[in-house]
């Protein structure tokens, strides 16, 4: 299992700024993803984050708006560009031990963002 | 494309009642499918899961079968308890590939 902290937990913005949210894990991982939960409704999952190489986004998701990073095994981060009140939402990390399909996800806490 | 479909909620229950949510899925392949429990406040976390068909996963009462010829994975507990009270997400992961597809949830209250 891996343990897995994200900051902040939760945030007020005010709209046109930034917001850049951290995950931490205890343990090295290959596989690492950033989710959005909107209230009352499923995860989204936004780009799927792997060291060493370029975050692979989904459809609907670009890199100008939710930039990632991903500098090593352990860590990560996902901003929130130029918000809106739209993007008011949890952002989730998850990790993944590895590639095949059995192997489950880890998530941590969550980051809940509003926008005003 | 893979899909999740569960029951949609709110679930209500009295305390010791039994559960199902319903979960049936679209793949092609073979998915392992999922069940994840998210309680109030927190992060999703892993509650079962079974990676081929007939198989039965289980977890602190709760369980579900893996149905290939029915592409159902139906969450159950034979005696709910207050603390159950969370909301469920049903889940796959297809062969070939890692992105997980969930479902939209399902949220249970179990009343004492």
């Known amino acids: 299992s891996a343990v897995i902290s994200q900051k902040p937990s939760r945030d007020i913005c005010q709209r046109g700024t930034s917001l850049t949210i951290q995950c931490q894990v205890d343990s090295q991982v290959t596989m690492m993803f950033w989710y959005r939960q909107q209230p009352g409704q499923s995860l989204t999952l936004i780009a799927t984050a792997n060291q060493g190489s370029e975050a692979t986004y989904e459809s609907g998701f670009v890199i100008d708006k939710f930039p990632i990073s991903r500098p090593n095994l352990t860590f990560s981060t996902l901003t929130v560009s130029n918000m809106s009140p739209e993007d008011s939402s949890i952002y989730l990390c998850?990790?993944?031990?590895?590639?095949?399909?059995?192997?489950?996800?880890?998530f941590g806490p969550g980051t809940r963002l509003t926008v005003l | 494309g893979d899909s999740v479909t569960q029951m949609e909620g709110p679930v209500t229950l009295s305390e010791e009642a039994f559960l199902t949510i319903n979960c049936t899925y679209t793949a092609t392949g073979y998915p392992s499918l999922f069940w994840y429990v998210q309680y109030p406040g927190e992060g999703l976390q892993l509650l079962l899961k079974?990676?081929?068909?007939?198989d039965k996963g289980s977890n602190k009462g709760f369980e579900a079968t893996y149905r290939k010829e029915t592409t159902s994975f139906h969450l159950e507990k034979g005696s709910v308890q207050v603390s159950d009270s969370a909301v469920y997400f049903c889940a796959l992961t297809n062969t070939g590939g890692f992105k997980t597809i969930f479902g939209a949830g399902t949220r249970l209250f179990v009343k004492a």
């Open positions: 079974a990676t081929k068909a007939d």
């Open positions: 998850s990790v993944s031990p590895g590639t095949a399909s059995y192997n489950e996800q880890f």
